[in-house]
């Protein structure tokens, strides 16, 4: 059974930066293509960015287009996601997912000053 943990959340001040960390085990990276979502209060889940098994395809929301960078390390069986520029309304808890199917516990993300 895959399982994803992700770390990384926090409060931090509009403009801050942070790195989530999506670690998953029982499986290898290699083979999954792995997403990140948010759920911001009172929304529904949307996605935010993804990358291909391989690597070499990447996409964002348009809402995070330029600030956030998705990245992998098969070796680490890591995805990470760094977010600069933050925005309140960028809080939410952020979920990462793999091949649409396995989904980790989330972790929170406040921006507010």
């Known amino acids: 059974q895959l399982q994803l943990v992700e770390s990384g959340g926090g409060l931090v001040q509009p403009g801050g930066s942070l790195r989530l960390s999506c670690v998953i085990s029982?499986?290898?990276?290699?083979?999954?293509?792995i997403g990140w979502f948010r759920r911001a209060p009172g929304k529904e889940r949307e996605a935010i960015s993804c990358?291909?098994?391989?690597?070499?395809?990447?996409n964002y929301a348009d809402s995070v287009k330029g600030r956030f960078t998705i990245s992998r390390d098969n070796a680490k069986n890591t995805v990470n996601l760094e977010m600069h520029s933050l925005l309140p309304e960028d809080t939410g808890v952020y979920y990462c997912?793999?091949?649409?199917?396995?989904w980790g516990q989330g972790t929170q993300v406040t921006v507010s000053s």
């Open positions: 990358v291909s098994n391989g690597g070499a395809s990447k």
């Open positions: 029982g499986g290898t990276l290699n083979d999954y293509g």
């Open positions: 997912n793999a091949n649409v199917q396995y």
